[in-house]
């Protein structure tokens, strides 16, 4: 079965820092496009971050600055350092792989709160 497998979200103050993870089985990530989402109520998934290659990423102008995202190719794991939080980072935040032959495969998603 192919998965991804999410953790580190939670409840942090304003501007605070939080480190989320997203563990994948049954594929190797190496071989992916990796993507950070995340979604506001009522709203479609954005992306916050890109990573290419082994050592590539981009990020959304929205997080630039604040997040970093990376791959650990050998524990097959992507990460989302997420520092100076605000409040409007509050959302529910999804990994993603993109391309697989058995169609893209998103995580549950882990929820991030900011408080004032």
């Known amino acids: 079965q192919v998965q991804l497998v999410e953790s580190g979200g939670g409840l942090v103050q304003s501007g605070g820092s939080l480190r989320l993870s997203c563990e994948a089985s049954?594929?190797?990530?190496?071989?992916?496009?990796m993507r950070w989402y995340r979604q506001f109520p009522g709203k479609e998934r954005e992306v916050v971050a890109v990573?290419?290659?082994?050592?590539?990423?981009h990020h959304a102008d929205s997080v630039k600055g604040r997040f970093t995202a990376s791959r650990d190719n050998a524990k097959n794991t992507i990460f989302l350092q997420m520092n100076d939080l605000k409040p409007e980072d509050t959302a529910m935040y999804y990994c993603?792989?993109?391309?697989?032959?058995?169609?893209?495969?998103w995580g549950q998603g882990t929820q991030v709160t900011v408080s004032a």
């Open positions: 993603h792989a993109h391309g697989l032959a058995s169609g893209d495969v």
């Open positions: 049954g594929f190797a990530i190496s071989a992916y496009y």
């Open positions: 990573l290419t290659t082994s050592v590539g990423r």
